[in-house]
T-cell receptor, first 113, second 114 residues
Framework: DQQVKQNSPSLSVQEGRISILNCDYTNSMFDYFLWYKKYPAEGPTFLISISSIKDKNEDGRFTVFLNKSAKHLSLHIVPSQPGDSAVYFCAARADNYGQNFVFGPGTRLSVLP | ETGVTQTPRHLVMGMTNKKSLKCEQHLGHNAMYWYKQSAKKPLELMFVYSLEERVENNSVPSRFSPECPNSSHLFLHLHTLQPEDSALYLC?????????????FGPGTRLTVL
């Protein structure tokens, strides 16, 4: 059973509009969440993270929101740009997981010009 | 360029071959990871090395054998693989000592087993 879920395999958004990528998790012990972006033929690159003691973290065009009671987080990209087209992975870790991170299956974002 | 390199980038091998994947990080990190990514599935953790000791082995078949000779290098030795082992193999590194340190990934090796 997947502990980190990204229920939308793909998302298309018009350039300049907001992209919202969602992630749900089942393990209440997760205390740190990350978003990675992956282009074809490259490895995932870190984008933004949030600790469970916060409900929002912002970095430029990227904002991550965390709703602990719902075990839900979302990544907002505004305004979306064609260069944001990539696969986005949500990941989570817990203290009792040691060095391990649990990844979701990814959402492919296409930003249309 | 993330500071983590992987070679080869592509590998085609037969089921009776023996090959090795190599990962090198130039970031001064002290934890290294092997992940497997199959189509439309989450990244699956295979092995974790922290301070050159294997700290996790996620029920990986013995036909995959990791080696971490020092904190900068990580190998994955492959032998008698199956076609279902075809996937993208990703290496990552991370600085330990804090829970909020992210992983840095290499570009991956695309493996095809015939």
């Amino acid at each position: 059973d997947q502990q980190v879920k990204q229920n939308s395999p793909s998302l298309s958004v018009q350039e300049g509009r907001i992209s919202i990528l969602n992630c749900d998790y089942t393990n209440s012990m997760f205390d740190y969440f990350l978003w990675y972006k992956k282009y074809p033929a490259e490895g995932p690159t870190f984008l933004i993270s949030i600790s469970s003691i916060k409900d929002k973290n912002e970095d430029g065009r990227f904002t991550v929101f965390l709703n602990k009671s719902a075990k839900h987080l979302s990544l907002h990209i505004v305004p979306s740009q064609p260069g944001d087209s990539a696969v986005y992975f949500c990941a989570a870790r817990a203290d009792n997981y040691g060095q391990n991170f649990v990844f979701g299956p990814g959402t492919r974002l296409s930003v249309l010009p | 360029e993330t500071g983590v390199t992987q070679t080869p980038r592509h590998l085609v091998m037969g089921m009776t071959n023996k090959k090795s994947l190599k990962c090198e990080q130039h970031l001064g990190h002290n934890a290294m990871y092997w992940y497997k990514q199959s189509a439309k599935k989450p990244l699956e953790l295979m092995f974790v090395y922290s301070l050159e000791e294997r700290v996790e082995n996620n029920s990986v078949p013995s036909r995959f054998s990791p080696e971490c000779p020092n904190s900068s290098h990580l190998f994955l030795h492959l032998h008698t693989l199956q076609p279902e082992d075809s996937a993208l193999y990703l290496c990552a590194s991370r600085r330990t000592g804090g829970p909020y340190n992210e992983q840095f990934f290499g570009p991956g090796t695309r493996l095809t087993v015939l």
